[in-house]
């Protein structure tokens, strides 16, 4: 069941540490696992790739079987139902056409003395895109993180995703990476496969950014990987936190906290009203619909250990609170949510009204469903287009504008005591 | 002396082994000390802070003289010259009105059914400024990280520096951090200060977002909290690639060079060129230059381990080799500059033509010169005011949009086993 706080200081606490959910204890034995996994990959190659498959996914990949060939994506397209493909083609669509909005473009400015400044922007040459598999082996992750990359028109987008029972991988993952515009797959998960995505090996390219969720190794793989190519997040369990006034509907918080709890034992679900009707309703509609929950062990693990539900006096306490936890979803549930809006600060993604429900946007609203969690919404976004591109800075300069700046670059030179830096002014000007 | 290869395997080879140059053998040793240094503040707080000023910076600090006082500002007022007042002054302004442009503002799209879907931006709350002391004690390292932040509008900008003998920190460095905003300064360095921004101690505030460079202490050390807080990048040595043709000034390109090899016995100094009379005499004329540098001995070091010539045929090779290297600091002392720019994938700052050496950018032309480094051009840009914000993304869905994709949203959820998600859907519509 649900607990229901209402003391403002152990609400904080609490929020504190469901945010700090992700810090195991074991961390530096699993680092030091990965270490030893990306040094083997980096040094063995393809056969490394195929010794760690058998061990931790326990297939044995033939060599040449370690791509996925193009006989098999076309067969995925069989193997699932029309209704599937239509819906797995519509949300390509609509995320699509939120992606191709207000991307990155290049710009100059001129300004006086013919000096040209501006940014130019350009894709990486090949992004990365890890897909879980198991429990977590959604289509839906590799449309949203194939599409952005799609948009920024990155050339190669190279897809690994390990293997399950007799080498097979999800043919709805299949589907959506041909839909999404996936140019490779690799049958390999783990961090042997970050490993691979960053260093390269006989089958595998070399990549410039890795995205996408995993398990423990492959997010600590990300981060030891980092620096080598860019990444996009260091993804922990998700959560929800909602905020819900009176007029919200108890079935519909419940369903959505639900929602929620059920993709992993250790994900969040945060209730924050200012109604406490609404609190004891809920609390009750929750247990409710674990009932008869066809994932009742693991969505009760969860909310038994990431659930909360905490009364506020207003609703302007219940988002400072939301502020604290800087949540991954936010949903207003609330009479005025563009009012209540105003005073967020911090979220990956704002669910706004009652007819808003997270599952909306996890699937087809548009935006990316891949968003900070932990808190990294404090700094964090969700991943997009411009996770697949960056710029230059352009900078040119003429020898009148030179001649105005270079008082000033000398006497700076001098205050850091690079002379070679002054010179460079120095000998192009009089 | 500049060696000049002219063999493509060996350039591509020598390319790389300069780029990853940062790559140390002892990292692992260097990182459990880092993570020990962090342990401990977040332990100890302010008595781990000046216990390791103590011991790695010789200096020891009274508690109440971590925070850096107002009227030790205005005193560093006094002991600057007025010329270097101005000249911050002037790149203050100049770098602050290029930042201001393009900021990243907040959107929405109001689609059909009344479906509003947007970006709302809002700035990190603290953000974390490191700056270097010692050697690379740089004014214009505080103006390029504190400006962004300003124009960002974060609220509070907390800069950390090591104190240097008597505790002093460089005054044109306290002048910058004035003018350029930072509202609070710490006399702290090292991985210890990267710890203290992350977690805070009873002095210091936590903050969001970690920026500047710094040595390898430190470095590992952002690479260690980054996820807990976010940070600008990885930064390793410095780097310029010079693209040259037959037109160019060979005093001005080896000049150039050694601007470079000036910051850092790592720092990497290239010319790609096709003219192979340049080649000879910018290899002479770095020579020459080099003869009464005031900092010959480092600068000496950098060109001989990480300076080379290569001769390619044609500049369109030249850009390739570019490419592959993806450099911090880009010039194209060529004819067609801007021709020659369509061929440019990867690079941290372009400076196009034969007045716009690296120094303008690195003091006052306006872009940042906080650069991705050891190719990390490939997928990362220059430090900016999106660096300090974020966006959440907006969902507003109406009951009649939400009836339309409920169908498609339910099989997606079917697809992937998540029967809550798709009673949240469901629930809500007929």
Redo the contacts between chains.
Sequence with gaps: MLRIITDQGEARQELQRISERTYHENIETQSATVREIIATVKKNGDRALLEYTEKFDGQVIPPEKLKVSGSEIDAAYQQ??P??L???K??ATKIEA?HQ??TPKS?V?FAEDN???G??Y?P??RAGLYVPGG?AS???TVLMNAIPAKVAQVPRIVMVTPPSEGGKINP?VLVAASEAGVTEIYRVGGAQAVAALAYGTETIPRV??ITGPGNIYVTLAK?EV??R??ID??AGPSEVLIIADSQANP??VA??L??Q???DPMAAAILVTDSELLAQQVQAEVDQ?LEN???RTL?EKAIAHYGVIILTKNLTEAAELSNLFAPEH?ELEVES?WDL?EH?????????????????????????HT??T?G???????LGVETFM??????????S??QK?S???I???????????????K??TK
Aim: hydrophobic content about 40%.
């Design positions: 699932i139902s209704d599937l239509q819906a797995i519509l949300a939120f909005q207000r710009w400015q000096v040209v400044l940014r130019r350009t990486v040459d429990r959604y289509p839906s709805a410039d950014v981060k980092y620096g190519v860019g997040s260091l079935v519909h369903v959505d639900l929602a709890a059920e993709h619909q929950h066809p994932r969505t936010l949510p809006l967020i600060r911090h979220a990956g993604a704002i669910f706004l009204g009652n007819s808003s429900p997270e599952a909306v946007g996890d699937y087809l609203a548009g935006p990316n968003l900070p932990s990294a919404a404090r700094y964090a976004s969700a960056k710029y230059s800075s352009i900078i040119e300069y003429s020898p504008a030179l700046v008082k000033a670059i006497d700076l030179t001098i205050a850091e005591g690079l002379p070679s830096h002054g010179n460079s002014v000998y192009r």
